[in-house]
């Protein structure tokens, strides 16, 4: 129960589902999982952009029904990057000779002896900013915690090298962490999952119908002409969602009408925050001050009177 309301929509049982025939199409993106040709209610499948274009919504699509859902869209991003930056102790073991690189493009690096390299390797160009890793110097080991069922089964004892990935029991769900200097990223503790997150009115959905994990975060963008207040990630703490933000209508009601005069709106039905109107009086009748009127935080400034 949100500020809005219930969410998500109660769902439906149904016995007879339809199957999915063929993948989607996704202008300026591909389907990275392997392809068949029938797909069952539920399957999903794994979206990934073309080289410049930037993924808005879920990368993870699910069949439902005979339609693929939520469907994510490839929007061109024309922030470019500069040369990749160097990290300590590490070099760039793989990359271009240009200086301009696109949104999704990578470079690989590599680090020096007896250090090991952690964090997104390849480098990712995202929206301007380069995404390196970085290179620790004699990192240190990881042992199983107590509290953590590893699968397969570990001995307390046991050391696990820097970048080592192990998988840990939940319940019946199986989940993945990575040793990091001695640490495990994410902590591999049996947290409360968090439902399907709010569906907010006026916002463009792009968030995957399915459970979260505690530490998950998802993101929000208001519809064309709507406002985001509050904040725009919210995480999934503990089996319940931060408080998400509200999409704010910036639509006016009609500029105010005055006696002796008229509002020049043309064809003009829907007004916005920041949109201007002018006014003329009639025949004989002068007007007070300027002609000019404009809608702020949904109020119109004050009108002009014809005397």
């Known amino acids: 129960c949100y500020h809005f309301g219930w969410s998500p929509q109660p769902p439906i049982c149904k016995e007879n589902v339809q199957t999915c025939q063929t993948s989607p199409s996704i202008l300026h993106g591909t389907v990275t999982s392997v392809l068949k040709q029938v797909y069952q209610h539920g399957e999903t499948l794994e979206v990934q952009c073309n080289i410049s274009f930037a993924l808005y919504g879920s990368k993870i699509i699910e069949c439902v029904d005979g339609e693929w859902a939520p469907l994510p869209s490839c929007t061109e991003e024309v922030k470019t990057c500069g040369p990749p930056p160097n990290i300590t102790k590490g070099t760039i073991s793989r990359f271009k000779s240009s200086s301009t690189y696109q949104h999704g493009e990578t470079v690989k690096y590599q680090c020096q002896p007896r250090s090991a390299i952690f964090g997104t390797n390849p480098a990712k160009c995202l929206h301007g900013q380069w995404e390196v890793p970085s290179c620790l110097a004699n990192p240190r080991k990881c042992t199983?915690?107590?509290?953590?069922?590893?699968?397969?089964?570990?001995?307390?004892?046991?050391?696990?090298?820097?970048?080592?990935?192990?998988?840990?029991?939940?319940?019946?769900?199986?989940?993945?962490?990575?040793?990091?200097?001695?640490?495990?990223?994410?902590?591999?503790?049996?947290?409360?999952?968090?439902?399907?997150?709010?569906?907010?009115?006026?916002?463009?959905?792009?968030?995957?119908?399915?459970?979260?994990?505690?530490?998950?975060?998802?993101?929000?963008?208001?519809?064309?002409?709507?406002?985001?207040?509050g904040p725009q990630k919210i995480k999934c703490e503990d089996g319940k969602w931060q408080t998400p933000p509200r999409c704010l209508d910036l639509r006016c009601d009609p500029p105010p009408q005055i006696d002796n005069g008229i509002v020049k709106i043309g064809n003009h039905t829907v007004f916005f925050s920041g949109d201007s109107v002018e006014y003329l009086c009639c025949s004989g009748f002068d007007i007070s001050q300027s002609n000019s009127v404009k809608c702020e935080n949904r109020k119109w400034s004050k009108p002009p009177v014809c005397k």
């Open 144 to 229: 199983r915690p107590k509290e953590a069922v590893f699968e397969p089964d570990a001995q307390l004892s046991k050391q696990f090298k820097t970048n080592t990935i192990a998988t840990y029991r939940c319940g019946t769900n199986l989940h993945e962490t990575k040793c990091v200097d001695g640490l495990w990223v994410p902590e591999p503790l049996c947290k409360e999952t968090c439902p399907p997150p709010p569906q907010l009115p006026n916002a463009i959905n792009i968030a995957e119908m399915r459970i979260y994990r505690s530490g998950e975060e998802i993101s929000f963008r208001c519809e064309e002409r709507f406002h985001l207040r």
